[in-house]
């Protein structure tokens, strides 16, 4: 090893005197501390706790078709129900053939429930359930809304008064808080959560939607679909669940250029034209519409 060597005379230091020893500043790793430290060590704290994501929940406002996203300020949700001696004749028929909404005597309400909004009319309401995947043994329920039952200007005549009620259509107008203030708010705008829209491809999250009527004047629950073409007495897995089923109406929730809106995008079996997954406005015809027909007698 090189030692550099001085000799230092007693009589050339005096008192007071001090001697500066410079030392080398290189030097070599004997082992790999500084690595473990500085890479091992970070990554995996990295691996072990979960990435942070802002789980602020936004506004997204319902829009029309794929190619204008057009965001609109209301819509109507029609229900068509089969008809109550279709049903007891063991060949169940939605009103109308399917073309018109069902009316409320149709589940068994009579004309004082509607007029006097008894307590089993008003605590009805249909649940929009949102998932992840369209299959029933596999997704997991993501969030939902309740709408209750409404009598808004569809369900009265020229003079205010309300329809009969084999008249009367099971409709519910939903609309803007600010824009629509006298229609049903809930259920209009969806809640999610920004970073994950921002973070998906083309800025596009998927659910997948259904619809249920709960009927509080009998406790029965029924499963509506956005497509009537299916034999009742006749139903399979295949035929509901799944991409190409009628009963997961698809929801794309987007990041349109910092606005955020969502919109209904029916498969090929479920309806797409009147009276179908009808959203695209056209002033000044019908409101933008979506209608659903029960499944299950």
Not at 128 to 149: E, H, M, R, W
Not at 257 to 267: A, C, H, I
Request: net charge negative.
């Amino acid at each position: 090893m090189f030692v550099d060597k001085r000799k230092i005379l007693l009589s050339d230091i005096g008192s007071g005197t001090t001697i500066d020893i410079a030392l080398g500043s290189d030097f070599f790793p004997v082992d790999n501390s500084e690595l473990i430290e500085n890479n091992f060590v970070k990554k995996e704290i990295e691996k072990a706790i979960n990435p942070i994501v802002d789980y602020k929940k936004l506004i997204f406002k319902p829009s029309d078709s794929e190619e204008s996203w057009n965001i609109i300020d209301k819509f109507r949700i029609n229900l068509n129900f089969y008809t109550p001696d279709s049903i007891a004749s063991g060949a169940p028929v939605h009103r109308g053939n399917g073309s018109v909404p069902g009316v409320y005597s149709d589940i068994n309400f009579v004309f004082d429930d509607v007029f006097c909004r008894t307590s089993r009319f008003t605590n009805s309401f249909i649940r929009l359930s949102f998932f992840d995947k369209p299959y029933s043994g596999i997704n997991q329920l993501l969030t939902f809304a309740d709408v209750y039952t409404q009598i808004g200007d569809l369900h009265e005549n020229e003079y205010g008064f309300t329809l009969p009620v084999d008249e009367c259509p099971i409709s519910f107008i939903l609309g803007d808080p600010v824009l629509q203030p006298d229609e049903v708010h809930e259920g209009f705008h969806m809640y999610w959560f920004q970073d994950l829209v921002d973070l998906s491809p083309l800025k596009e999250y998927e659910m997948y939607m259904t619809l249920q009527f709960n009927n509080a004047s009998d406790g029965s629950v029924s499963e509506l679909a956005a497509s009537r073409d299916i034999e009742p007495n006749d139903i399979t897995i295949n035929s509901l669940e799944g991409p190409d089923g009628i009963l997961y109406l698809k929801v794309i929730l987007k990041n349109d250029n910092g606005v955020y809106k969502y919109r209904f995008e029916p498969n090929t079996k479920q309806s797409q034209s009147p009276p179908g997954v009808d959203l695209n406005p056209n002033p000044p015809g019908p409101l933008p519409t979506l209608t659903f027909w029960q499944i299950t007698p």
